[in-house]
């Protein structure tokens, strides 16, 4: 049986987001269980307060205090489930820490996760940005979700197909506050090829002298290597991985910049080119840039962090500004991949 809802008042949400904002939630409360889940949306609703649904923290920037009711889901738990000669399905809470779930699996001897070693956040986040690195994507193993519809006030099951996957977005983000995600179950495999095509994995393992076959303990570790090397500890320095997104472009945009910019880097598919932002940005002189109290990392000009006590409109600032030089002297679009929280208000929806 599930333990009574505690609710808390005037709490500090630093220590709940990666980016280590200060913001205040007028109230907060954790759910370990959808019985506990539901009475704090109960209690909510009694009192007409919007609900703000945290995981990780890691994906998201809070633009002022929320007024309203934080939950934080920490729904635990790891089971296999339909396992067989090769593949098994791994069910996960959604509270969860992503970055040791992949470790569980990998260590099992299951492929399919571990180039999203080291992701920040939470199992029951990741379907809403549709979590990727290196190559791979959680929509590749995902089977299913099972979510709190609070449209339907019912528990209910959604496939792969349903959870409309596309680059960084997915349902949960087309439909803010309608889906709480509980747990996901993901579909693994003994003998799916490793993932080595990108190119910083590519000529990591190009390096190793060991003519054991790799394992997917082995990738996963490979990973985090090439992620420590680039990337800062959010734990460190704070920050929320890459805050812009690719562009997208279309072939006679790319025809245009290639024109110009020779040396773009970029990600060519069939009828649109995928830019690199980071590339965008650090032609404009970004990399490394600090303000005081916030900059851009000097070794990954995607990354913005927190360096002495920034606040979300501080981050928000710098966003833009570097937002305005890419598109002056681009002509190219770039998209925040963190949520923004506003002053005064509770977004209903997931985070990581």
Known sequence: MSASLVVRESVDLSPFNTLGIRARARY?????????LRQALDWANQRALEV??????????????????????????????????????????????????????????????????????????????????????????????????????????????????AYRDSLFKQCPGRYIILDVTLCLSRSAPLNLGYGDLKDYFSNRSDDKPLTPLDVAEGVMAVRRRKLPDPAVL??????????????????????????IAAYPAEHSVK???????????????????????NRQALVLVNHAGGSGNDILLLAGRIKDDVRGRFGVELEMEPQVVLATSAASTDFQ
């Not at 991985?241 to 910019?261: C, H, I, Q, Y």
């Open 28 to 36: 907060f409360t954790e759910a370990s269980s959808l019985e506990q």
């Open 275 to 297: 830019l690199a932002a980071a590339w965008l940005i650090d032609r404009c002189g970004w990399k490394g840039f600090r303000n005081g109290k916030v900059g851009v990392h």
């Open 52 to 165: 703000l649904v945290l995981g990780g923290g890691s994906n998201l920037v809070f633009a002022g205090d929320v007024d309203g009711l934080v939950v934080r889901i920490t729904i635990s738990g790891r089971r296999w489930t339909e396992v067989d000669n090769d593949h098994a399905k791994l069910i996960l809470g959604a509270g969860e820490c992503w970055h040791d779930a992949v470790i569980y699996a990998a260590k099992a001897g299951y492929r399919g996760i571990e180039n999203m070693a080291l992701i920040p956040g939470t199992a029951g986040a990741a379907p809403v940005q549709n979590i990727g690195a290196y190559g791979a994507e959680l929509k590749d193993t995902l089977s299913s979700v099972t979510a709190w519809d609070r449209e339907n006030d019912e528990v209910v099951s959604l496939s792969n197909e349903d959870c409309c996957f």
């Open 238 to 263: 704070p920050n929320v991985g890459s805050f812009f997104k690719n562009p997208v472009v279309p072939l006679e945009t790319w025809d245009r910049l290639r024109a110009d910019f020779p040396d």
